[in-house]
């Protein structure tokens, strides 16, 4: 009988032994007899997740972190042993959120194709994945404490700002609000006769278009005539016989520039000439000036016009005296 208690009691402890061995190597989530694949991720924060924190793929476990460890360029990486027969996606990347509102966390498996829609999350993995060395990019959620944090100075903002919409709407602002807007009635009854008043400006205003289109019409009837005129005159030979005349006056003009381009040619070759000509004449007319040479003495010389003058008179009563007394002055003979 002693034998047998003992016996149970042997019983009873390797089982207790064996359900807290199979629950350890459950809890730390250990798989006996299949192979694991161990992966790296780079995170620049991992949050809170910590080792044994399980690994998840489309919400199945599929692995649990084996261990987390600063590393050098500000980065933290973090060991994910994967179980055997699992498939990562073609591109991976992980995520490192809260599992649980118990402060649990896991690294949940993603694939970068697509890309996620998060744009924070999106420039973390794209950074992570800059960084390259062959890792896992990773990005981490905010938990729920820093969502609740967040929550809460966003209600703080919201009591203050309607604590102050409260004290800024007073009875005092409430009645100048009314004013206000009996203002605007009274300014919306202003604008309504306004408008009444300038109905009739508006029917003179029409008016005025209409008969402003009927001269439009007028002159376009006018321009139709004018036009037809001119087809008419197109068609009798007036308009190229007009155009024939100009043609042949443009000749003419071309040919006078051709005669003045000539002109000026030869002016231009004579150019030498006409210069010592007018150096001739300015060299005469400066030795006139000067008082010098034949002319100059004649012209400075007052006696000579005197004496020309007295030639004249003295010529003049020779010619009276011929005229009266030829015989003195001239004798015939015949024979």
Same mark, same amino acid.
């Given at each position: ?49 910590? #080792?044994?924190?399980?690994? /998840? ?26 179980? @055997? ?7 991976? &990347? ?21 890309? /996620? ?10 950074? &992570? ?31 203050? #700002? ?5 004290? &800024? ?25 306004? @408008? ?59 040919? #006078? ?8 040619? @030869? ?69």
């Amino acid at each position: 009988m002693k034998r047998e208690n003992e016996f149970a009691v042997g019983l009873v402890v390797i089982a207790a032994f064996s359900l807290i061995v199979a629950g350890a190597l459950w809890l730390s989530g250990t798989h006996l007899g299949r192979g694991e694949a161990v992966h790296t991720a780079r995170f620049r924060t991992v949050g809170g997740l910590g #080792v044994g924190n399980p690994v /998840v793929l489309r919400g199945v476990r599929v692995g649990r972190v084996e261990a987390v460890r600063l590393a050098a360029g500000g980065w933290v990486e973090a060991d994910l042993k994967i179980y @055997a027969g699992v498939s990562p996606p073609t591109k991976p &990347a992980v995520i490192a959120a809260s599992a649980s509102l118990f402060g649990e966390w896991a690294a949940t498996l993603i694939s970068l194709e697509p890309p /996620v829609d998060d744009p924070n999350v999106r420039q973390a993995l794209v950074e &992570a994945q800059a960084a390259g060395g062959g890792k896992w990019p990773g990005a981490t959620l905010p938990d729920i404490g820093q969502l609740t944090a967040q929550a809460s100075r966003i209600a703080t903002d919201i009591a203050t #700002v309607a604590s102050r919409i409260q004290t &800024a709407f007073d009875s005092q602002a409430v009645a100048d609000l009314r004013r206000s807007i009996r203002d605007f009635g009274q300014i919306a009854d202003r604008l309504v006769r306004f @408008a009444d008043e300038q109905a009739d400006v508006i029917g003179h205003v029409s008016t005025n278009l209409q008969q402003g289109s009927e001269a439009v019409a007028q002159a376009a009837t006018d321009l139709q005539t004018t036009l037809g005129r001119v087809d008419s005159a197109t068609n009798q030979g007036q308009l190229a016989s007009i155009l024939n005349n100009t043609a042949a006056a443009s000749s003419d003009i071309r040919s #006078v520039s051709q005669d003045l381009r000539e002109l000026a040619d @030869a002016a231009h070759r004579n150019q030498e000439s006409l210069v010592r000509v007018l150096v001739s004449a300015d060299s005469v007319m400066s030795r006139i000036a000067n008082r010098s040479g034949t002319l100059g003495l004649l012209v400075a010389d007052s006696a000579l016009y005197r004496e020309t003058t007295l030639t004249m008179i003295q010529l003049r009563q020779l010619l009276s005296d011929i005229q009266a007394n030829p015989r003195k002055y001239f004798t015939f003979s015949v024979f």
